[in-house]
């Protein structure tokens, strides 16, 4: 999972399009189950590491990337 810092996203959209899964969506179009994630998202990016360069997936990424409710398994 990344999470992008509100504070520095100038709501350009580029991430939505860049993103292999298609998880990233704009706030208007958050469905209610997931309005929770603008509170985690905003949480996690003031305490993890800004990515500044680009690296691999994980070795189980495709493993992972259809699976639904994959919230329970976030270790914040």
Known sequence: MLVIDPEECIDC????TECPVEAIVCEDDLSKEQHEFLQLNEQLSAKWPVITTMKPA???????ELKDSKRQYLEE
């Open 13 to 16: 959209a580029m991430c939505e």
């Open 58 to 64: 994980p070795e189980d990424a495709e493993e992972w």
